[in-house]
């Protein structure tokens, strides 16, 4: 069977099999790789010496999905370490705190490691030790990684700027102050006195981690988590474990368009193999062979064509999830220091996931051949499948019911229904596009104008309606690229210039006044700023509520909320509906109109895990831009990390030094809540999808390539009735012509209408926000790719 099988195999089918599991083998392999590091990828460990880290519990469990991380700090009482010291088997116990520390300049020009966490001395016995110098003694000295004995450092630390005298140079990141001093400023947040972020404790010799987690357990109580190996790293970075889950939201977010474009491609190969071996098959069962031997015949070929691609895809693919995971990195979306999990299970799955595709692809292509009389499987089919015309038609239909959705949900979950749209119309215009092909040629065929069309042109309209199923797969191909690509990037786009004019509209006439790179603005700049002009404070957070968007997960769902305080009324225009502003204080919130009342009370669940009533405040209409629900200022520094504000809200004003001081940047447009995170996930969409569009363009022309080179005998036939070799070139230029118009125009029209209706609904307006350019481009690359794909072999055969 192996045998005859490969002896029967069409190289130019069986290479565009090759060129597909190949392609498909580098994208499922590079996303497999980001899923599994979400899992396993961990970052640096600074409290390396402890054997156990006791915190509290970072996560919210759920039943059927993966537990929701939270990415602010819960504290635990300080009173556990002395609890920790008597459990037996305890070594050394210290209580880790971490607060914001950014170090500036120092003398003579120097800089130190430029930390972002200030922690008591007391912990460095867990993580690090001096190289040069003495413990800090004095509440203004430091002990630092990269500076000298001596030097003086201008230091902001939990949002008060100093400057301290370097006492000790360490080998651990960080600022290390007197157990004192790093109380006092970690007490400065709201709700910490008296608080730990961890304990964390070091096993006496010949007790095992395992065993004194144990112990610690049964001391302390089962109300506290306590980490040991490599989960030590997820305790002592709350917020690595929260950015985690990004590996798994984002590649998951593409991965049915991928395994999709996938498997079209992969089964367009396998469709050209076998229609190119018809007479072949055909014979077969004219010598006996059952239905079953050739379905088995085919199938052994596309795994000769599919195994030697698994090695080289997946080696592909690791370089790609490393070129992923540097832009995520870039875009702050994942830690500089948490690397990628290159492990062998992408790779083994994306070799079985794509096998199976193979498979299945086989038995479908062959399916057909296999059950026809032995006559019929002589020349090739020109009828495209009934059934399969009105299936498409009938997604294609589906998805301009989808695309309506703008027009009555203008909220994040109107955005849903158009990017749905465009993958139904993909498959649809994929399973139609045969015979919409075939009436178009026809169409066109019977038309007075063909009297009138030079003959090349002429026999290239009568090709592509007598080989509509030959045609109609590069049709579908490269209109899926067009729709696609001006789908994804223009919905992505559109939006974010709707979440944008929403933010501008509500801070409009506002300076944003932050301080990058120093954990949150310093708690005096507000005061200062508020002896100018007229401002306020605004930090961002976390909370995770019940569903409350159309749209939303059955569960818990975890969204980023903007806080704000009595004192942003009349400076932050959220569009009102009912309620004020000035009602931000304490346990208060204020809602998208529609999703509360005013004076009703709902649970929340804030970024650290606690659990809060609060009460609704107001609600507005801009919750596009601001989200579905803004927290009280005072509710927010209770359950944020660094207790700073992220930014000062203030009208222009002449800020005079203010401008000039470290670390401050002044803008004139802020970002809503909603906008780092979009931003983000269109960045990598974008990305991801421009590496599968390349592939599937590159799929596409070999399978053009192949389909030309496989003409030779109709090529010869046109030269003996008396076609030239300019001749036919011309026809095969207007049949490039013809597949580049029809899959540029298809792809056009399936991404018009969802996008239409998208811009109508978010902008009021027909034309979407973003590359326009996109369009000419598109239709570019498709026409020069099928120009290329098909006059060069055409041309190589003719010689």
Do not use: C
Not at 126 to 148: M, N, Y
Not at 151 to 167: C, H, M
Not at 714 to 720: D, I, N, P, Q, W
């Amino acid at each position: 069977m192996i045998r005859l099988a490969l002896a029967l195999a069409k190289a130019g089918g069986l290479v565009v099999v090759f060129a597909a599991v190949l392609g498909g083998m580098a994208l499922v392999t590079g996303t497999g790789v980001l899923v599994d590091s979400a899992f396993r990828a961990q970052p640096p460990l600074r409290l390396s010496g402890a054997d156990v880290l006791v915190s509290a519990r970072q996560s919210i469990p759920l039943k059927e999905e993966p537990d929701i991380a939270l990415p602010e700090r819960a504290r635990i009482p300080g009173s556990l370490v002395a609890s920790a010291s008597e459990v037996p088997g305890v070594a050394a116990v210290a209580g880790d705190l971490a607060f914001p520390a950014a170090v500036g300049s120092g003398t003579a020009g120097r800089t130190a490691d430029p930390a972002t966490a200030g922690h008591g001395w007391s912990s460095l016995a867990l993580s690090g030790r001096i190289t040069a110098g003495r413990a800090p003694r004095a509440a203004d000295e430091i002990a630092v990684r990269g500076a000298r004995v001596g030097d003086r450092l201008r230091l902001t630390a939990a949002g008060t700027p100093g400057t301290y005298r370097v006492s000790a140079v360490v080998d651990a990141p960080g600022v290390y102050f007197t157990d004192a001093v790093a109380t006092a400023l970690a007490a400065r947040t709201a709700g910490r006195a008296g608080t730990v972020d961890l304990v964390a404790v070091r096993a006496a010799p010949g007790v095992s981690p395992e065993t004194l987690a144990a112990r610690l357990k049964a001391g302390l109580g089962d109300g506290y988590e306590y980490a040991t190996g490599r989960d030590r790293a997820d305790a002592e970075s709350p917020g690595a474990a929260a950015g985690r889950g990004l590996l798994l939201v984002l590649p998951s977010s593409i991965g049915g368009i991928s395994l999709l474009v996938v498997g079209f491609v992969v089964g367009g190969g396998l469709a050209l193999s076998v229609n190119r071996q018809r007479r072949d098959l055909a014979l077969l069962r004219a010598a006996g062979a059952t239905p079953r031997q050739v379905r088995r015949l085919v199938a052994v070929q596309a795994a000769a064509a599919a195994l030697p691609a698994v090695p080289f895809g997946a080696a592909l693919g690791y370089f790609l999830a490393a070129r992923f995971g540097e832009l995520l990195a870039g875009i702050g979306l994942v830690r500089a220091d948490q690397p990628l999990v290159y492990g062998p299970l992408p790779a083994v799955a994306a070799a079985l996931l794509l096998l199976a595709v193979t498979r299945v692809a086989a038995w479908a292509g062959s399916l057909r051949v296999s059950r026809m009389p032995v006559v019929s499987g002589l020349p090739e089919p020109r009828t495209p499948s009934p059934g399969r015309t009105r299936a498409g038609l009938l997604l294609m239909l589906a998805a301009l019911g989808l695309s309506v959705t703008p027009l009555a949900v203008r909220s994040e979950a109107g955005m849903i229904g158009p990017g749905i749209a465009s993958i139904v119309a993909v498959i649809g215009l994929a399973l139609a596009g045969p015979r919409l092909v075939q009436g178009v040629a026809r169409a066109l065929a019977g038309s007075r104008l063909m009297t009138r069309l030079p003959g090349p042109l002429w026999l290239a309209v009568h090709n592509s309606h007598g080989y509509a199923l030959r045609t109609a797969g590069a049709v579908a191909a490269l209109g899926m690229v067009v729709t696609l690509g001006l789908s994804v990037v223009l919905t992505q786009t559109t939006m974010a210039k709707a979440r944008s004019d929403e933010v501008a509209l509500g801070l409009r006439g506002l300076v944003t006044i932050t301080a990058p790179g120093l954990g949150g603005v310093p708690r005096d700049l507000l005061a200062d700023v508020r002896s100018r002009t007229e401002a306020a404070g605004m930090a961002m957070t976390t909370v995770v509520t019940e569903p409350m968007l159309t749209g939303d997960d059955p569960g818990l769902m975890a969204r980023p909320a903007m806080a704000l305080g009595p004192d942003a009324e009349g400076l932050v225009d959220l569009d009102l509906a009912d309620g004020r502003l000035s009602g931000l204080k304490g346990a208060a919130v204020a809602v998208e109109e529609g999703l509360g009342r005013v004076g009703r009370s709902m649970d929340v669940i804030m970024g650290d895990g606690a659990r809060v009533r609060a009460r609704v405040a107001a609600t507005y209409r801009r919750g596009l831009g601001f989200g579905p629900i803004v927290v009280s200022r005072d509710l927010a520094a209770a359950h944020t990390t660094t207790g700073l504000d992220s930014a000062v809200l203030a009208r222009p004003a002449d800020f005079g030094d203010l401008a000039r001081r470290p670390g401050l940047r002044f803008d004139s447009r802020a970002a809503g809540p909603q906008a780092a995170m979009a931003s983000a996930q269109t960045l990598v969409n974008v990305a991801v999808l421009a590496v599968l569009l390349g592939y599937v363009l590159v799929a596409v022309a070999n399978r053009l390539v192949a389909t030309t080179t496989a003409r030779r005998e109709e090529f010869a036939g046109l030269r003996a009735i008396g076609l030239t070799r300019r001749q036919l070139r011309r026809v095969v230029r207007w049949e490039a012509l013809l597949v580049g118009a029809a899959a540029s125009v298809s792809g056009l029209v399936l991404s018009a209408v969802p996008l239409v209706l998208l811009s109508v609904g978010f902008l009021a307006r027909p034309l979407p926000a973003g590359p326009l350019w996109l369009v000419p481009a598109s239709i570019l690359a498709v026409m020069t790719i099928v120009s290329l794909a098909m006059e060069l072999p055409a041309r190589k055969i003719m010689t």
